[in-house]
């Protein structure tokens, strides 16, 4: 076995000794180690043959050679984090639509909720798909992890009168949305489900964009787009990735037990006991609460007991995956004033499941397994913090005790709660309840606090779904963990140093307290005192001690832990001896510990589950990810500075990465063969062995793809990007969900009170035999910085800086733990404990130690003044000692040059330690206020460089360190800090310091840089935007710039509000400045203003701490002109004949060229794209034969009947205009993007506007009119010009001038602008030669930084500002609504369009444009503001934006009018610039300093670039030569010109973001909008575009009813039981329900068949381009305005039945999208349901005008009825000439129908009804009852009458 193994063993790093049993501590990276029997060489030798493999050439798998064994923790420079704050978040939410809803006509509205937030649209009535077009917008402001977990929910529900019912509803957390591209879902359909019934399925659809934005946040206006046809599933609202179709699952969460938990009750009336009777032995009564997605489920409360054990689970039901992020896990404390919460925990769902497809994906698992949950101090009182830190809001200070439970997920097959294969093979559920869901125990749970789940419902037994909010049921506790599976873990620490102690703890003795978990915490001992007595096996494994092994202090021998009997544990000493700190020499706000001599120490021991092969696993991971992440970070410094090596080195680290990886492959298969049937590994813990070993293997993958396309396809900016990657993937493997063991506190008592923490991961300090699984701090000495608990101030908080060693480790290993001790110092042995852990180090020698600080400056110091500046000192603290600069006022760049000395520094241990790992140097920087204490700005750890008296000495270099204040940055400090030893004997060996007055040592000159001669040049070009200072406007201002110590000063501006300008342009100033340019110092703009009586006031200042963007680069050559003549083909005058080849001279849609050239020129062609409607394409060549033939004619007369025939909605009547340009470009982008826009123009010809090409005739145009014509488009930003262009800075920088004090509140960088500074700076070193040239000569020509400045004096411009239209501007009205109106303001001018606000309105539609007269530079501000129009009060100010006129004006990028795509004279594209093509071109060629412009025919030369393209076109017949098409040509390439060229702004819309001062940052909508600035003392540009919205066009669209058949019978005869209907039909457009139509009744229907011959006549507004409706109406009564809404056009008809004494029954429905119908069937047998969905051929009634047929009635998805109806749609005008009458009225009335004579009302026609219903069907009957009445009646009336008359007869007879 056995060389190759034992290789592979050292390869990886491992020190050879008998391994033990096989589970403790598997993290081997071979399969070999999995054998416990191997016999490695000892130590000693396997080290030595380490070293040897190292020296071998290629085995770079050897990475203990690059994980260096230090003796201290790596360096870190920010000693303290702030606290996460609340910040202002919104979340805005557009709810388009909604479709296929559930439900029969009903009134549909969606409720949204935010987390608590509740906002709700309009109802929409007796739709199934509703449209809203609604925007709402959530703000809230709150800490970012319980935003994140809020969730969005949308309901849609159905509104009766009285209540209303849910149809069904959608959940996202907002996290969820967070994550996504942009930060939003646009244009998504949401799936409608009803959670409480799961085997119905989807129950509709909502289309909505959903944004979440963090204050700075862009938002990108997502395109809208809405179309019949679109594709739902396709488009659904889930994250990339996610199934389309997702099923229901089962979250199972099982709470087992706890432990460790405070024991003393912490609620207020505990608190109030406690103050009385002064002691508190209330228990707590916990429960643990679960949340998931807005479900909550509790356990029952378990009464007075800090060890609860609850065997219960919490059981939900939601779709999977699903669409959250985290499960939140809380245990409280039920009290009788109100509960307590214990501790927090969070599971997040990424981390313990993996979406992948195949088997490589497993569902959310957890454990069982133990979370430990962290809070406030446990002694805590009841704090504000206190609350906040229980309930997971901060890092706690404090271990609150664990939970041992588990996490388990079924999927539900089809929805029917049957379990599917899948969850069986994923999940044996332990437990059979678990596994049938319901079961019967929804009230046991041991206890009354189950039937407080939320819900408390329970689940059917036969299972059929109905989930409820969560359900609470009793599970089997897991089988009992025997105490030989834990394991005796020993922390030991010492303490190295103690120093920075506020002397306010300092004046009693103090300690240090060091615990895990419970274990440790003297204040509030744990109830199981020590730990459990650790089993045999534990203990004979403790004793197997390699042979070799020696530790200082304990014989070769035997383990540190002391053999006594079992029932004598080893004692924990947990706590430093008390001692009384000193103060520290040079600083009376300090104080340190004396731990020079003795070092005391810590252990605690502590028992836990053996699990540590978890968190050794993260180590491996964190080790692979750390080396990797350094060798980016270096390869990406490298590429920063352009250094050649960066390629070979980031090569290098893939490789070493991909090494890495397969060592730790290898070892996780060695792991899953051996642990395969071990029963400790959790379904996790196999899972994510699995998931790592395959995702490291996809990403040696990824890395040697990286490498090798690199060799193919060149760029070390996207193998940095791709190695960026990789490092964010592999962080997140790192992180082991299944916590183990807690972390470490280190506590500092005062007084037996918690004064300050730390707290460091245990995985962090973790032990292991193998050194990649070890964590980064065990064996180290580590620099802790201990914190105050709870809130934290601005302020230093820091109230101890410690340097301990901690190991931590099974007993089993403690004999390593003094390893890695620095070399010099012994463990005190003797005392009681002398077989144990020494009780202190002691340290034989001692050394004298100078340290010299040489501060030299720092640079972007934070503001702490009222000015803007600060008046900064540095603090320097090493050990006893600490010093502090001089304070240099007012400024925020200071420069000390001051050697801070700290003599006879006693530093302790071996030399060689010293000088390999000195002790960490703190600086802090202050500022210095003379009425109250100095206030923090920033500190950073510095390594000092150590001089050992036996070495020659060497001058430090100085570095520069960065400062952090909080989590902020604070700056750079430029110093170097140097440890000289000292002889006792001989002290002239130190070199000298130079000292000034005042005892104050200068950095000597050896270490300050050297220095050389630079230039500084400054533009000096004007102030912006100053504020008052001092309740006084500014009016003369000056500019002081500031570098190396000198100053320059601009001119003063005389009258800051008449000319903002500097009078003097250029000032140049000689700086001697560092040759090093890393060093170079940072250059300060300050700006005053002068007063009365020589006073001066400082307005604001900027730093610029980077001097290296203003290094002068020569510009580039301009081209030389071209010495050779051209040949004479090409000067060919124009004339009747040109072009006289047509393969010379090509046209615009040519590309290949074959001209003859001359060497110098470059020939471009410029590709025309198939011109617009303006310039109409050049004909093909046989079209010129043929000039005006027959078939040029016939294909002409063709293209236009095709053109009539496919125009889309523009009816021919429709003029273009400039919106008809604009649709084309959106629908042109949307094509670009792939966006779904809607298709506005399908080939608009229109009327082709050829007349505007220099010709007046139109008839001439024809024989060129191909096919339908293009239009003309311009450019669409979704963002600012400026950030497109790069500010337009290309001419001069903006510096923003900042006064007072700084600090991280929201919105106070707006409130400390002061103004603004323009000027550009140039630096350049002198030589010899050009220095002596710059003092003779100070003429400004000779300036290199004013080359091609234009001079800065008053310009008169003409503004024109064009406002298309506004979108998801935030509501500010009550009703959710808005009334904007368009403020423009410009200096002292302001332009106030009140008049013309929109009413109800957040997407408005402007199309305004507004004309104004400037000065430049007088008037550059232009601010659009959007306020918000009100009746009664003033306006409020919705949003406003702020464009940089001047910048636009002189910048490179000619921003002062856009150019268009095409050249036209007139008509929608007009030319609207003053100068035409050619003379811009030639202007800018003037400018730029070229030649002018060669323009020939066919072609133009500009500097030798030659352009060739069509210049001759026809006019009147006549051949004509214009430049003006090619010329545009080439300014929209202007950026191909060599040295000068730039991209020209073409014509565009920009989309500006509205923001408002009291909500600073937060987007509050966008504008579109342009502005063009033309020159007055240019020829005046043409009259101002047109773009007032259009007007809606008037149409009626008439419908005939004709008839029915097959509608379904609802009511049945009561006489004879027969089925039948009162048929009648209703018909509404969408958004006109006001204008309800119904036909009258068709009574007594016995087939279903009616008959109406019914008019309805709907007259509706109406826009082509957009296809939409426009309704405009008052919202109710009280509205002042009608509001104006766009709707689909969307005609709704509906079958019912009429009811005399009841309400109506519905019966059917269809919708039909008048833009997309399905062609109506021929007759009714041919009307099928399936119509609608089908793809069968749709048509448009704004193409056919007219349709008729049959169309389907469907309810619920059946088919219940056809309907026979015939559509006509005309033109108000038409409908106007042509009336037509409603219903069967005059004018063309209808015939009446032909109904059968069974058609009638009971109610009004009672004998009617009799006849048909009773006669005819029982007329037999009747006649025959008629008989036998007759007859029976004779007979009565005979037998009645007959005795009489007999007797009568008798008598009389």
Same mark, same amino acid.
């Given at each position: ?5 034992r290789?592979a063993k050292?390869?990886?790093?491992l020190?050879?000794?008998k391994?033990k ?10 399969k ?8 490695g060489?000892p130590?000693?030798s396997?080290?030595q043959?380490g070293q040897?493999w190292?020296?071998q050439p290629?085995t770079?798998a050897v ?5 260096p064994?230090n ?8 000693i303290?984090?702030s ?8 979340v805005?939410i ?6 296929q809803l ?9 409720l949204?909720?935010v ?9 929409k ?10 925007y709402?917008v959530?703000?809230f402001?709150a800490?970012?992890?319980v ?9 849609v529900m159905h509104?009766?009168m009285?209540?209303?019912?849910s149809?069904g ?7 969820t949305?967070?994550?996504?591209p ?11 489900t009803?959670p409480?019934?799961i085997?119905t ?5 909502v289309?909505?964009?959903?944004s979440v934005?963090a ?20 488009n659904l609202?889930v ?6 179709e997702?099923p ?11 432990e460790?938990?405070p024991r003393n009750?912490?609620?207020i ?5 406690k ?10 009564d916990?429960?643990?609460e679960?949340s998931?997605?807005?479900?909550v ?7 007075s007991t800090?060890?609860?054990?609850w065997?219960?689970q919490?059981v ?8 959250c992020q985290?499960?939140k ?14 501790g927090t925990h969070?599971?997040?769902l990424k981390r313990?499941s ?5 088997d490589?994906?497993?569902l959310p698992?957890?454990g069982?397994a133990?979370i ?7 002694n805590?009182s009841?704090?504000d913090?206190?609350v ?9 200070v404090s271990?609150?005790g664990?939970?041992?439970m588990e996490l388990?997920?079924?999927i ?10 899948l ?11 678990a596994g049938?869901?319901g079961?019967?125990g929804?009230?046991g ?8 789940a939320a819900g408390?419902?329970?689940a ?7 989930a409820?909010a ?15 599976n ?7 620490g010492?303490?190295?140093?103690a120093?920075?102690?506020?002397r306010?703890?300092g004046?009693?003795p ?7 978990g419970?274990?440790g915490?003297v204040?509030e001992?744990p109830e199981?005192?020590a730990?459990?007595?650790p ?11 390699p042979v070799?092994a ?9 383990p540190?832990l002391p053999?006594?009997p079992?029932?004598?544990?080893p ?5 430093t001896p ?7 020499e ?9 731990l ?6 810590v ?8 699990r540590a092969y ?10 692979i990810?750390?080396l990797f992440?350094e060798?980016?970070a270096s390869?990406?410094e490298l590429?920063r500075?352009?250094e050649p090596?960066?390629e070979?080195l980031?090569e290098?680290v893939?490789r070493?990465f991909? &090494?890495?990886a397969r060592?730790?492959v290898?070892?996780? #298969? @060695?792991k899953?063969k051996a642990? =395969? *049937?071990?029963s400790? +590994?959790t379904?996790l813990?196999?899972?994510?062995l ?6 490291l293997?996809s990403?040696?993958?990824e890395?040697?793809f ?12 996207e193998?940095?990007?791709?190695a960026?990657?990789l490092?964010?993937?592999?962080r997140f493997l ?7 063991v ?6 500092l008592l005062?007084n037996n009170?918690?004064?300050?923490y730390?707290?460091l991961? &245990?995985?962090?300090?973790l032990?292991?035999?193998?050194? #990649? @699984?070890?964590?980064i701090?065990? =064996? *180290?000495i580590?620099t +802790?910085?201990?914190k105050p608990?709870?809130k934290?101030v601005?302020d ?7 340097d301990?060693?901690?190991w ?6 403690s004999?390593h733990m ?5 070399e010099?110092?012994?463990a ?7 077989s ?6 002691l ?5 004298t ?5 040489h501060?030299y400056?720092a ?5 702490a003044?009222a000015?803007g ?5 540095a603090?320097?603290?090493c ?11 007012q400024t925020?760049?200071p ?5 801070l ?5 006693l530093?302790s241990?071996?030399?060689?330690h010293i000088w390999k790992?000195p002790?960490r140097?703190?600086v802090e ?5 003379a009425l109250?204490?100095a206030?923090y700005l920033?500190a ?6 150590v ?11 100085l ?10 940055p ?6 170097a ?6 002889h006792e004997?001989?002290?002239?060996s130190l ?9 104050i ?12 001669t630079f230039?500084?040049e400054v533009l ?9 200072v001092q ?5 003369r ?9 000198k100053?320059?000063?601009s ?7 008449s ?11 000689e700086l001697?400045?560092?040759?090093n340019?890393h060093?170079?110092p940072p250059?300060?703009i ?8 020589g ?5 604001g200042n900027?730093?610029?701490?980077n001097?290296?963007a ?6 580039p050559a301009l081209?030389?002109?071209a010495?050779t003549p051209p040949?004479?083909?090409?000067t ?6 040109a072009?006289p080849?047509p393969?010379l001279?090509?046209s ?5 060229v074959?001209a003859?050239?001359?060497n110098?020129?470059?020939l ?9 409607a303006?310039a109409p394409?050049?004909?093909p ?6 000039t005006?033939?027959g ?10 009947k ?5 125009i889309?909605?523009e009816?021919a ?9 604009y649709?084309a470009s959106r629908?042109k982008q ?6 779904p826009?809607?298709?506005?123009f399908?080939?608009?010809?229109g009327v ?5 090409k220099k010709?007046?005739?139109?008839g001439?145009?024809d ?12 450019k669409?930003?979704?963002k ?10 290309d001419?001069v ?14 919105g ?7 103004g603004?500074?323009?000027g550009?700076f140039c630096?350049y070193k002198l030589?010899?030669?050009?220095a ?5 000569d ?15 004096g008053?310009?008169?411009?003409l503004i024109r500002?064009?406002?298309v239209s506004a ?6 009205d ?5 009334d904007?109106?368009i403020?423009?303001r410009?200096g002292?001018n302001?332009?106030?369009d ?8 957040l997407?408005?539609?402007f ?7 400037a000065t ?5 501000l232009?601010?659009?503001v959007?306020y918000d ?8 100010l919705?949003?406003e934006?702020?464009?940089d006129l ?8 000619r921003a002062?009018?856009?150019l268009?795509t ?7 594209n007009?030319?609207?610039d003053?100068l035409?093509p050619?003379?811009l071109?030639s202007?800018?060629?003037r400018?730029h300093?070229l030649?002018e412009p ?8 500009v ?12 006019h009147?017949?006549e051949p004509l ?6 010329s545009l040509?080439?300014?929209h390439?202007?950026a191909?010109?060599p040295a000068?060229?730039?991209k020209?702004?073409?014509e565009h819309i920009?989309?500006?973001t ?5 909500r600073p940052g937060?987007d ?6 342009w502005?063009?600035i033309?020159p007055?003392?240019l ?7 047109d773009i007032s919205?259009?007007k ?6 008439r419908?005939i009813?004709w008839n029915?058949?097959d509608?379904?019978?609802e009511d ?11 048929i009648y039909?209703?018909?509404?457009l ?8 119904e036909?009258?009744?068709?009574y007594?229907?016995?087939t ?12 509706f ?9 426009v309704v405009s109406?008052?919202?109710h009564?009280f ?11 969307i ?7 009429f009811?005399?004494l009841s309400?109506d029954d519905?019966?059917?429905t269809v ?6 119908f399905?062609?109506?069937a ?5 009307c ?5 969905t089908?793809?069968t051929e ?6 056919q005008?007219?349709a ?7 309810k619920?998805?059946?088919l ?5 109806a ?8 038409e409908?106007e ?7 069967r009225?005059?004018p063309?009335p209808l015939?009446?129908p032909?109904r059968?004579d ?5 109610f009004?026609n ?6 048909h ?6 007329k ?6 008629l ?8 007979l009565?009336?005979?037998?009645y ?13």
């Amino acid at each position: 076995m056995e060389p190759k193994l034992r290789k592979a063993k050292l390869m990886l790093g491992l020190k050879g000794k008998k391994k033990k049993k096989v589970n403790t501590d598997l993290v081997l990276a071979n399969k070999g180690a999995v054998d416990s029997g191997v016999e490695g060489p000892p130590e000693a030798s396997a080290l030595q043959q380490g070293q040897n493999w190292e020296d071998q050439p290629g085995t770079s798998a050897v990475r203990t050679r690059i994980i260096p064994n230090n003796k201290r923790a790596k360096l870190k420079t920010c000693i303290q984090k702030s606290e996460g704050k609340p910040r202002s978040f919104q979340v805005c939410i557009n709810i388009t639509e909604a479709r296929q809803l559930v439900g029969e006509n009903i009134d549909p509205s969606v409720l949204l909720e935010v987390g608590d937030e509740k906002k709700q649209t309009s109802v929409k009535e007796g739709t199934n798909a509703p449209f809203y077009n609604e925007y709402f917008v959530f703000e809230f402001f709150a800490y970012k992890e319980v935003f994140f977990d809020k969730v969005i929910k949308l309901t849609v529900m159905h509104s009766k009168m009285l209540r209303s019912f849910s149809v069904g509803s959608f959940k996202v957390d907002v996290s969820t949305v967070y994550r996504q591209p942009g930060h939003q879902f646009t244009n998504k359909w949401a799936v409608l489900t009803n959670p409480g019934d799961i085997s119905t399925g989807v129950k509709g659809y909502v289309k909505c964009d959903i944004s979440v934005s963090a204050k700075g946040d862009a938002v990108k206006p997502g395109p809208k787009a809405s179309d019949a046809e679109e594709q739902i599933d396709k488009n659904l609202l889930v994250p990339e990735g996610f199934p389309s179709e997702r099923p229901w699952a089962r979250f199972f969460v099982k709470v087992y037990r706890a432990e460790g938990l405070p024991r003393n009750n912490s609620s207020i009336m505990a608190n109030v006991t406690k103050a009385f009777i002064g002691d508190n032995t209330a228990l707590i009564d916990p429960y643990v609460e679960v949340s998931f997605f807005k479900q909550v489920g509790r356990t029952s409360t378990q009464k007075s007991t800090a060890e609860p054990a609850w065997n219960e689970q919490i059981v939900f039901t939601e779709m999977f995956p699903p669409l959250c992020q985290r499960l939140k896990i809380q245990v409280w404390d039920e009290g009788s004033m109100g509960d307590v919460a214990i501790g927090t925990h969070y599971f997040d769902l990424k981390r313990i499941s993996n979406e992948q497809d195949g088997d490589r994906g497993f569902l959310p698992t957890f454990g069982p397994a133990w979370i430990n949950l962290y809070g406030s101090a446990r002694n805590g009182s009841m704090g504000d913090d206190t609350v906040e830190l229980n309930e997971g809001i901060g890092e706690g200070v404090s271990f609150r005790g664990r939970v041992y439970m588990e996490l388990a997920v079924e999927i539900l097959s089809g929805g029917s709660g049957s379990e599917s294969k899948l969850s069986r093979a994923v999940k044996p559920l332990k437990d059979a309840k678990a596994g049938k869901g319901g079961g019967t125990g929804g009230g046991g749970g041991g206890g009354g606090g189950a039937g407080a789940a939320a819900g408390g419902a329970v689940a059917a037994d036969d299972d059929k779904g109905k989930a409820v909010a969560a359900e609470v049921l009793p599970v089997d506790s897991p089988p009992v963990l025997d105490a030989d599976n834990n394991e005796t873990f020993l922390l030991f620490g010492a303490l190295f140093e103690a120093t920075m102690i506020d002397r306010k703890i300092g004046d009693k003795p103090i300690s240090f307290e060091f615990s895990v978990g419970n274990c440790g915490n003297v204040l509030e001992p744990p109830e199981k005192n020590a730990p459990r007595p650790p089993s045999p096996a534990v203990r004979r494994r403790a004793l197997d001690v390699p042979v070799g092994a020696v530790t200082p202090g304990a014989s070769p021998a035997s383990p540190l832990l002391p053999r006594e009997p079992p029932d004598a544990p080893p004692t924990s000493r947990s706590t430093t001896p008390p001692q009384r700190p000193l103060i520290v020499e040079g600083n009376k706000y300090y104080m340190h510990l004396p731990l020079e001599k003795q070092k005391p120490c810590v252990s605690v021991l502590s028992s836990w589950e053996n699990r540590a092969y978890r968190l050794h696993t993260s180590n491996m991971l964190d080790n692979i990810a750390v080396l990797f992440e350094e060798g980016v970070a270096s390869a990406a410094e490298l590429h920063r500075k352009s250094e050649p090596g960066a390629e070979h080195l980031l090569e290098t680290v893939l490789r070493e990465f991909c &090494a890495d990886a397969r060592s730790f492959v290898a070892a996780a #298969e @060695a792991k899953l063969k051996a642990e =395969g *049937k071990s029963s400790y +590994l959790t379904q996790l813990d196999r899972k994510r062995l699995t998931l790592c070993k395959q995702e490291l293997e996809s990403m040696i993958g990824e890395a040697q793809f990286v490498v090798e396309r690199k060799r193919k396809a060149g760029g070390v900016k996207e193998m940095l990007q791709h190695a960026t990657k990789l490092t964010l993937k592999i962080r997140f493997l790192v992180e082991e969900p299944q916590h183990t063991v807690p972390d470490v506190f280190v506590w500092l008592l005062s007084n037996n009170k918690r004064v300050a923490y730390a707290r460091l991961r &245990a995985r962090d300090l973790l032990y292991s035999s193998s050194r #990649e @699984a070890r964590g980064i701090h065990c =064996g *180290k000495i580590v620099t +802790l910085f201990l914190k105050p608990p709870g809130k934290r101030v601005a302020d230093l908080s820091v109230q101890a800086k410690v340097d301990v060693y901690l190991w931590y480790g099974p007993s089993a290993d403690s004999v390593h733990m003094l390893d890695d001790l620095p070399e010099g110092l012994s463990a005190a042995t003797g005392g009681a404990a002398a077989s144990g852990p020494p009780a202190a180090l002691l340290c034989a020698e001692q050394h004298t130690f100078q340290l010299r600080c040489h501060m030299y400056q720092a640079r972007g110091l934070i503001a702490a003044d009222a000015s803007g500046l600060s008046d900064p000192f540095a603090r320097v603290t090493c050990l006893s000692h600490s010093q502090t600069t001089n304070v240099i006022s007012q400024t925020l760049s200071p420069t000390w040059n001051q050697c801070l000395l700290m003599s006879r520094l006693l530093l302790s241990g071996d030399l060689q330690h010293i000088w390999k790992e000195p002790p960490r140097v703190l600086v802090e920087v202050y500022d210095d206020d003379a009425l109250s204490k100095a206030e923090y700005l920033g500190a950073t750890v510095v390594v000092p460089e150590v001089r050992l008296a036996s070495d020659p000495y060497a001058p430090p270099t100085l570095q520069y360190s960065p400062l952090h204040c909080g989590s902020q940055p604070g700056g750079d400090l430029l110093a170097a800090f140097e440890l000289l030893q000292v002889h006792e004997s001989t002290h002239q060996s130190l070199p000298p310091l130079e000292k000034q007055e005042g005892g104050i040592y200068t950095v000597p000159a050896n270490i300050r840089p050297v220095l050389s001669t630079f230039r500084l040049e400054v533009l000096f070009w004007g102030m912006r935007e100053l504020k008052k200072v001092q309740l006084l406007s500014v009016d003369r201002p000056q500019v002081f710039i500031e570098c190396a110590g000198k100053i320059l000063r601009s001119s003063v501006i005389q009258k800051y509000k008449s000319n903002p300008n500097f009078p003097t342009l250029v000032g140049a100033i000689e700086l001697e400045l560092p040759e090093n340019e890393h060093l170079h110092p940072p250059l300060s703009i300050t700006v005053v203003d002068w007063r009365a009586f020589g006073r001066s006031t400082l307005v604001g200042n900027h730093v610029i701490n980077n001097l290296k963007a203003f290094k002068y680069t020569p510009p580039p050559a301009l081209p030389a002109p071209a010495p050779t003549p051209p040949p004479p083909k090409r000067t060919e005058p124009p004339g009747p004949s040109a072009p006289p080849e047509p393969g010379l001279y090509p046209s615009a849609g040519d590309t290949t060229v074959t001209a003859p050239l001359t060497n110098q020129d470059f020939l471009i062609t410029v590709e025309g794209e198939a011109p617009p409607a303006t310039a109409p394409p050049p004909p093909p060549e046989e079209d010129l034969k043929k000039t005006r033939g027959g078939a040029a004619k016939s294909t002409r007369g063709r293209s236009t009947k095709r053109k009539k025939r496919t125009i889309a909605d523009e009816s021919a009547e429709c003029v273009i205009d400039w919106w008809s340009k604009y649709y084309a470009s959106r629908e042109k982008q949307a094509k670009q993007d792939g966006s779904p826009f809607t298709e506005v123009f399908d080939k608009v010809g229109g009327v082709s506007d050829g007349d505007k090409k220099k010709q007046k005739g139109k008839g001439t145009l024809d024989p060129n009119l191909g096919p339908a014509t293009k239009l003309a488009t311009l450019k669409l930003y979704n963002k600012e010009l400026e950030a497109e262009f790069g500010s337009f800075n290309d001419w001069v920088n903006t510096y923003e001038l900042f006064r007072g004090k700084a600090n991280e509140e929201e919105g106070a960088t707006e409130e400390r602008l002061v103004g603004k500074f323009k000027g550009r700076f140039c630096l350049y070193k002198l030589n010899e030669d050009n220095a002596q040239d710059w003092d003779g000569d100070t003429d400004a020509g000779d300036f290199r930084v004013s080359r091609g400045i234009p001079p800065n004096g008053l310009v008169q411009v003409l503004i024109r500002v064009y406002i298309v239209s506004a979108s998801n501007l935030h509501p500010a009205d009550p009703d959710g609504k808005a009334d904007p109106y368009i403020v423009l303001r410009l200096g002292k001018n302001e332009i106030k369009d009140r008049d013309n606000y929109i009413p109800k309105q957040l997407n408005p539609v402007f199309g305004r444009s507004f004309e104004m007269q400037a000065t430049l530079p007088r008037e550059s501000l232009l601010s659009v503001v959007v306020y918000d129009y009100d009746l009664v009060g003033g306006d409020d100010l919705m949003g406003e934006t702020r464009i940089d006129l001047e910048n636009r004006f002189y910048s490179r990028h000619r921003a002062t009018c856009g150019l268009p795509t095409e050249y036209s004279l007139d008509g929608y594209n007009a030319w609207r610039d003053g100068l035409k093509p050619s003379e811009l071109l030639s202007k800018l060629c003037r400018d730029h300093g070229l030649e002018e412009p060669l323009f020939r025919p066919g072609r133009i030369s500009v500097a030798d670039k030659v352009f060739v393209g069509k210049t001759c076109f026809m006019h009147e017949d006549e051949p004509l030569e214009s430049y003006e098409h090619l010329s545009l040509k080439v300014l929209h390439r202007w950026a191909e010109i060599p040295a000068v060229g730039c991209k020209l702004v073409p014509e565009h819309i920009e989309t500006r973001t509205l923001f408002h001062k009291d909500r600073p940052g937060m987007d509050q909508g966008q504008v579109q909008m342009w502005v063009d600035i033309f020159p007055m003392d240019l020829p005046p540009p043409g009259p101002a575009v047109d773009i007032s919205p259009r007007k809606p066009k008037g149409y009626e669209l008439r419908i005939i009813i004709w008839n029915t058949e097959d509608v379904i019978l609802e009511d049945s005869s009561f006489l004879t039981g027969q089925q039948s209907s009162d048929i009648y039909i209703k018909g509404w457009l969408k958004g006109l329900e006001d204008d309800r139509q119904e036909t009258d009744v068709h009574y007594n229907s016995l087939t279903g068949e009616g008959n109406f011959n019914w008019r309805f006549v709907f007259p509706f507004s109406y826009l082509p381009a957009e296809k939409v409706i426009v309704v405009s109406k008052k919202e109710h009564i009280f509205s002042l305005d009608k509001s104006e809404q766009k709707l689909p056009a969307i005609l709704s008809l509906q079958v019912w039945d009429f009811e005399t004494l009841s309400s109506d029954d519905f019966l059917g429905t269809v919708e039909l999208d008048l833009h997309g119908f399905p062609r109506g069937a021929k007759t009714a047998k041919l009307c099928k349901a399936d119509m609608l969905t089908d793809g069968t051929e749709r048509i448009s009634i704004f193409q056919q005008k007219r349709a008729r047929g049959w169309w389907p009635f469907a309810k619920s998805g059946e088919l219940t009825g056809k309907v026979e109806a015939e559509f006509h749609l005309l033109i108000a005008e038409e409908a106007e000439k042509n009336p037509v009458g409603r219903a069967r009225k005059e004018p063309e009335p209808l015939p009446k129908p032909n109904r059968p004579d069974t058609s009638f009302s009971w109610f009004v026609n009672p004998f009617k009804c009799f006849f048909h219903l009773v006669w005819r069907s029982y007329k037999k009957y009747i006649i025959i009852a008629l008989v036998l009445l007759i007859s029976v009646l004779f007979l009565a009336l005979l037998f009645y009458t007959l005795p009489g008359a007999i007797s009568q007869k008798i008598v009389n007879g």
